[in-house]
Antibody, heavy 121, light 107 residues
Framework: EVQLVESGGALVQPGGSLRLSCVGS????????MDWVRQAPGKGLEWIGR??????????EYAASVKGRFTISRDGSKNSLYLQLTSLKTDDTAVYYC????????????WGQGTLVTVSS | DIQMTQSPSSLSASVGDRVTITCRAS??????LAWFQQKPGKAPKSLIY???SLQSGVPSRFSGSGSGTDFTLTINSLQPEDFATYYC?????????FGGGTKVEIK
């Protein structure tokens, strides 16, 4: 069974930093693209970025709203995906989900349960 | 960026009803369209990919159709567990974008 478990969410002050983690199990982690999606309180879903798979060199893509502030990385030996958040703003307050991407056309299948990041002074 | 517009933003329906949600893309996306269901306080669940293919384990009362710019999600014989918010998403180009959501409520 595929499982994704996020952690690392916390209350952080504006301008601060945080690292979120997502541990995958039940599949060969390095074979899949992995994405981050967030959801601000009471709002819709927003795609944050992507880590391609190992054959693609774990290269990344980002949404304009976070490019230069957020960094996605992976540790294949730990089946882990990371999201480093820096220069945090109050608008970054959200639940952050990691999502497995499958297929040659790269669609989503499994989602983690999410981890809450609150940016507030 | 490709804009995804869902309609309606909310609807009220009864158990047993047939419900249709529409999603329109601001430019052609072929069939690179997915649908998700989200219940309050829970992570989204993937329902449909490639506009009409059901994810594993999704009941057959859910169906999707469309290509290009216009898409629909249909729920036949609405069940109590189907009351939720539904989102469409395009994944043909970066940034991936979602529709604003359609909340399906109990009438």
């Amino acid at each position: 069974e595929v499982q994704l478990v996020e952690s690392g969410g916390a209350l952080v002050q504006p301008g601060g930093s945080l690292r979120l983690s997502c541990v995958g199990s039940g599949f060969t982690f390095s074979d899949n693209y992995m994405d981050w999606v967030r959801q601000a309180p009471g709002k819709g879903l927003e795609w944050i970025g992507r880590s391609r798979n190992k054959p693609q060199g774990y290269t990344t893509e980002y949404a304009a709203s976070v490019k230069g502030r957020f960094t996605i990385s992976r540790d294949g030996s730990k089946n882990s995906l990371y999201l480093q958040l820096t220069s945090l703003k109050t608008d970054d307050t959200a639940v952050y989900y990691c999502v497995r991407v499958v297929g040659s056309s790269s669609y989503f299948d499994n989602w983690g349960q999410g981890t809450l990041v609150t940016v507030s002074s | 960026d490709i804009q995804m517009t869902q309609s309606p933003s909310s609807l009220s329906a009864s158990v047993g009803d047939r419900v249709t949600i529409t999603c329109r893309a601001s430019q052609g996306i072929r069939n690179y369209l997915a649908w998700f269901q989200q219940k309050p306080g829970k992570a989204p669940k993937s329902l449909i990919y490639a506009a009409s293919s059901l994810q594993s384990g999704v009941p057959s009362r859910f169906s999707g159709s469309g290509s290009g710019t216009d898409f629909t999600l249909t729920i036949n014989s609405l069940q109590p567990e189907d009351f939720a918010t539904y989102y469409c998403q395009q994944y043909i180009s970066y940034p991936l974008t979602f529709g604003g959501g359609t909340k399906v409520e109990i009438k």
